[in-house]
């Protein structure tokens, strides 16, 4: 056979997605500078809140403010970002438990170096200039050791 | 009560980095008809064809659709399709044919990896609202429950390495595997990181493959081959999706469809199981229980070969391959769906 | 700003690199040379065009390449008045599915060089290749299939392929 023909082939949509009203009063508050969970019949606050409780299926209604620095519960330092990563120069992914909630968030974690981060450190949120109701209204989370 | 139903027949074709020659029709169909061809049966003789497959990995909508052009399908047949792994396609070929009222079924899988930038695509399985946008990519994901599982004082990232060593060690004897070979820890733990502390070594390879087997039920099986697989048990569970609910220490999931089907209930000489990044090994070794006697992934598991999609029914047929060669006479089979194991599935294998 | 966040756009972009296969790349670099390409089923000996990697007959491969011609008999079509998000070309358009000749299935192309009201069913017509130095391993090679003005198909010769 001859050679094997290939082609680049660009796949690429742009989904429009409805929110609901737990996850659109979640993006909402994001855009007025605000993190919200949802605290669960058992008292766990879920942040980010999700439309029904994991442990009992229950719809979730009861909105409550958390803090806007919290913990990181585990991470991992990416040396070398790739094209589609929100950070252009080297950062960690991290689950963040913030102050108040009972569960973490996925996000990055501008830190100076891999040495800067450890499980347990303290990370708190760093606010996009211009916001529209989406999770890069957190630019990034910074150590709250900086200023 | 319904008949028993064992894995009668097994194709594969080798894992490799780019198959650049075969479409799906191309892979499929020379080893959907090894695989019937083996027991003397063909495409009418089989009652149900499910396949596994995904069509965001080949950047084809409907590519499971261009699949089905590997089979005879005039007269037209039954036929249905999970953009899941294999593994489950089997599941839900054994509950059909529990309807009794037919006796076999063509299961097949395939993965080309090779074809777009798998690392991303992962992240298309991610919470489109709260975690797509950061683009948290397959390493990266993994990365995270590496991190949790060293922080818990489960393992070390030596443990890591020394479990690529054993598992590409193995896929020596194995023709269908892709890496194998002799490595070594300490290269390996040189290696630099992607996302720490997941190195290259410590994450599967890119692989294209398509693999099959042939499942029937009771006086069937039997007809068809001496020493059927039987599928004693099979149990599949699945973990809330945010990961940052999940304990990624452990696989709770992993447990309880062990606990189903009775991985323990009496000794196991192997164990197939689908953990794709290493520090998953451990994680699953754990929530089924095994004991050391146990001789895990003998044919290298996923980190030697990872034609996703294909990768946790490959596990089904390395465990039956055995039995039928009656090397092993109970196998313990696992699969695993999503980057850290959100949902899992397990199955006992027996041989007489 | 106090109205709640209903909707967010999740944009998806991914650069895959594919492959057609061996018997697609086949008929894509006949095409290349002016030429269409079927594979005929060992067993039925329909021609399949393009070539397959199984007869959905047989499970066979279509193995044996033969040459078809580049003119044939349209048999159902469509004309596209509507844009939509994607779309190639400027409505309206037609889209015909053409079984040339020695073929036993149609492919799809456009239809050229006839008023769309003019279009019919059984319709005879032929390639219209682009200049011999823009082919490539590409449908595009032909711009469209237009009437050759010969008298058109019967209805029974063409009627299996509907």
């Known amino acids: 056979m001859s050679e094997p023909l290939s082609a680049p082939y660009l796949l690429q949509f742009t989904y ?13 508050g994001l855009r007025d500078g605000r993190i919200e969970g949802v605290r669960t019949k058992s008292g766990k606050v879920l942040v980010p809140p999700v439309e029904y409780d994991p442990e009992t299926s229950e719809a979730t209604t009861d909105f409550v403010e958390v803090g806007q620095a919290g913990v990181v519960t585990t991470w991992t330092w990416v040396p070398a970002p790739r094209e589609l ?7 960690a992914f991290a689950l963040i438990k913030l102050d108040g909630a009972d569960t973490a968030m996925v996000h990055v974690v501008d830190a100076p170096s891999e040495s800067a981060m450890r499980t347990g450190m303290r990370v708190k949120v ?12 957190i630019v990034c989370f910074e150590p709250e050791a900086s200023s | 009560m319904s008949q028993p139903i064992a894995i009668v027949s097994v194709a594969q074709l ?9 479409d799906e029709a191309e892979m499929v169909q020379p080893i959907v008809t090894e695989a019937m061809q083996k027991i003397g049966l063909k495409q009418a003789d089989i009652g149900f064809t499910c396949s596994g497959s995904s069509d965001y990995l080949v950047g084809r909508p409907f590519s499971f659709v ?25 599941f839900e070929a054994l509950i059909r044919l529990r309807h009794g009222d037919i006796d ?33 990519d397959s390493f990266s994901q993994a990365a995270l429950q590496a991190r949790a599982m060293i922080d818990a004082g489960k393992a070390t990232e030596r443990d890591f390495a020394e479990i690529v060593v054993r598992n590409r060690r193995n896929a020596k004897s194995n023709p269908n595997a892709q890496v194998k070979g002799d490595f070594d820890v300490e290269a390996i733990l040189a290696e630099k990181t992607i996302s720490s502390p997941i190195r290259k070594s410590f994450s599967p390879p890119l692989s294209d493959s398509c693999v099959a087997v042939v499942l029937a039920s009771g006086d069937k099986a039997k007809k068809l081959v001496k020493r059927p697989a039987w599928i004693r048990g099979i149990d599949h569970r699945i973990e809330p999706y945010s990961l940052g609910v999940r304990d990624l220490t452990q696989s709770v999931s992993t447990r309880i469809a062990a606990e189903k089907v009775g991985v323990n209930a009496k000794k196991n000489d192997i164990a197939e ?15 089924l229980g095994l004991d050391s006697s146990v001789v895990v992934n003998p044919s290298g598991g996923a980190l030697a070969a990872n034609p996703i999609m294909a990768t946790g029914l490959i596990r089904f047929i390395e465990a039956a391959t055995r039995i039928h060669a009656g090397e092993a006479n109970r196998a313990i089979v696992h699969a695993t769906s999503g980057v850290t194991m959100q949902q899992n599935l397990v199955a006992v294998l027996e041989g007489e | 700003m106090s109205d709640m966040i209903t909707r967010i756009k999740t944009p998806v972009r991914l650069e895959y690199g594919v492959y057609p296969g061996s018997h697609y790349t086949t008929y894509l670099n006949a095409l290349a040379q002016g030429r269409f390409v079927g594979g005929r089923c060992p067993e039925s000996k329909k021609v399949y065009v393009p070539p397959r990697g199984a007869s959905p007959t047989s499970g066979q491969p279509t193995d044996e390449i033969v040459d078809v011609q580049d003119s044939g008999v349209l048999t159902t079509f469509c004309v596209i008045r509507l844009a939509f998000p994607g779309q190639k070309m400027k409505p309206p358009y037609c889209f015909g599915a053409i079984v040339l000749d020695g073929a036993d299935l149609p492919i799809y192309h456009l239809i050229g060089n006839i008023p769309y009201e003019e279009v019919r069913m059984g319709m005879r017509v032929k390639a219209q290749w682009k200049p011999r130095d823009q082919w490539g391993p590409t449908l595009e ?3 469209f299939f237009a009437p050759t003005g010969e008298p058109d198909a019967p209805f029974e010769s063409y009627s299996e392929h509907l």
């Open chain 1, 16 to 28: 429009n997605r409805t929110t609901g009203p737990v996850i659109g009063r979640f993006l909402t």
């Open chain 1, 85 to 91: 990563h929100v950070l252009k120069t080297p950062f």
């Open chain 1, 126 to 137: 760093r606010w996009a200039q211009e916001r529209v109701g989406y999770i890069t209204d």
């Open chain 2, 14 to 22: 080798p894992s490799i980095r780019r198959d650049r020659t075969r």
């Open chain 2, 66 to 90: 261009a699949a089905v052009d590997g089979l005879v399908t005039w007269p037209p047949i039954r036929e249905s399709h999970v953009e899941m792994d294999g593994a489950w396609a089997l």
């Open chain 2, 104 to 136: 076999t079924a063509l299961v097949f899988a395939f993965g080309k990896s090779s074809l777009g930038p798998i690392p991303d695509v992962m992240n298309v399985q991610n919470d489109p609202y709260y975690v797509q946008p950061l683009n948290l």
């Open chain 2, 273 to 287: 199981i689908h953990t794709p990044f290493a520090h998953q090994e451990i994680l699953i070794k754990e929530a």
């Open chain 3, 141 to 143: 090679s032909v711009d």
